[in-house]
């Protein structure tokens, strides 16, 4: 039995989880910032890396306590060292550092993105199910909107190889729903709320979003045209303006549930949001489709923070059913950012003895592939 502390700091939620021969997950724990950079429309990074130091020993014992084990129970931790905030990477590095020589045990370096794949794979462990190799993972969240190719690497060291297929040339689509969210005042982070409204919609959209061309790689995207498009859509018709300015008193007032924002919603937004969602949903399922026929996937994973979006999950769920190609997301829990993801791919890494020495550092700018 080997059980694997994990530590995530990368961005804006300090993590810790512990995960028991890389798939029985025992206990994971996530102190989000978003009450402190809600008020600043995005994270801040050096709020981020002070509240990392607030929070990282009272998550790391809550992790324990869950998991009922004590520190000795331990056989390694493993701990996210890019790509991400440097500041904020660093409170995770430098207390996994700490911890992994104190016990004498060791430190394995993960990469976020790797994590954001093995998520899936926990996920679908819980059931029982192994995800089909080659596969082709889209990550898609707040800061990254990437596809890879997933494969078995070479050696039988039970590590996978990745092959980066395309990804976005500006915003990652999170950062768009977060950016729209915020022009029509609907709150922050903009992807869940956006989501709920876009179910409430009816009736034809005032405006269409036609499929973003990318010349060159067909697995790119792009989403700062769309944001640019809702936002001058917005200039040009000045009926939108007084309920945006009604929701941004609502907002003021603390009143960002939606229950209270919905009423402030005009038919003509929620069939707009609907439409960008769809376009947003449209382009990462069709690009992700092409990736994976390209090389032949056996499986289609999804994973990060808008992995939540009940849009996207149907819609990739119905194509998967329609071309015989398994498709598998993680749990909403496991779909943002979080610590067991981190301690379930530290464990392929273990066996394979990759251990990170106290010289190990952040790299905020760290590829997969
Ligand atoms: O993975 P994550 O927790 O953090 C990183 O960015 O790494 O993802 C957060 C992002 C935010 O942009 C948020 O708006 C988006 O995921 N998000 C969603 C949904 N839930 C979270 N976007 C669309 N629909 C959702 N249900
Ligand atoms: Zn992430």
């Known amino acids: ?94 207390y996994g550092k700490t911890l992994a020589a104190t016990l004498g045990i060791p430190l394995v370096p993960v990469n976020h993105l790797e994590g954001h794949v093995h998520a899936v794979f926990l996920e679908a462990a819980q059931a029982g199910r192994v995800p089909e190799l ?117 907002l003021e007032r603390g009143e960002r549930s939606l229950e209270q924002l919905l009423p402030l919603c005009s038919p003509q937004t929620l069939a707009l949001i609907r439409e960008f969602q769809d376009a947003v949903v449209r382009d990462l399922l069709e690009r992700t489709v092409s990736a994976a026929e390209s090389v032949g996937a056996g499986s289609v994973l999804v994973s990060g923070g808008v992995a939540a979006n009940s849009a996207l999950r149907a819609a990739f769920e119905v194509r998967g059913k329609s071309m015989g190609t398994a498709t598998y997301f993680p749990s909403r829990a496991l779909s943002t950012d979080n610590a067991a993801m981190i301690a379930a791919a530290a464990y392929s890494r273990f066996r394979a003895g990759i251990f990170a020495d106290a010289s190990l550092n952040a790299d905020p700018a760290l590829a997969l592939a």
């Open 134 to 250: 080659p596969a082709v993972c889209l990550i898609v969240s707040g800061g990254h909107t990437v596809i890879y190719e997933v494969r078995e690497a070479s050696g039988g060291t039970g590590l996978f190889a990745y092959r980066r297929l395309g990804g976005t040339r500006d915003d990652a689509a999170g950062e768009a729903y977060d950016k729209v969210a915020k022009l029509l005042a609907l709150g922050y982070p903009g992807g869940p709320m956006l989501d709920r409204l876009a179910a409430k919609a009816s009736g034809a959209p005032p405006i269409r979003f036609g499929p973003t061309k990318m010349k060159g790689n067909a697995f790119d995207f792009s989403f700062s045209g769309l944001k640019t498009a809702v936002l001058y859509h917005l200039r040009e018709h000045p009926e939108y303006a007084e309920e945006i300015h009604l929701r941004n008193e609502a």
């Open 1 to 94: 039995m080997t059980a694997i502390l994990g530590i995530e700091s990368s961005c804006d939620e300090t993590a810790a989880a512990v995960i028991v021969d890389g798939s029985r997950m025992l206990s994971s724990v996530v102190a989000s910032q978003i009450s402190i950079h809600r008020k600043y429309g995005g994270v801040v990074p050096e709020l981020a890396s002070r509240e990392h130091l607030r929070q990282i020993v009272p998550v790391v014992r809550e992790a324990l306590l869950q998991a009922n084990l004590g520190f000795k129970d331990l056989d390694a931790i493993g701990v996210t060292h890019g790509p991400g905030l440097v500041g904020a990477l660093l409170v995770g590095i430098t």
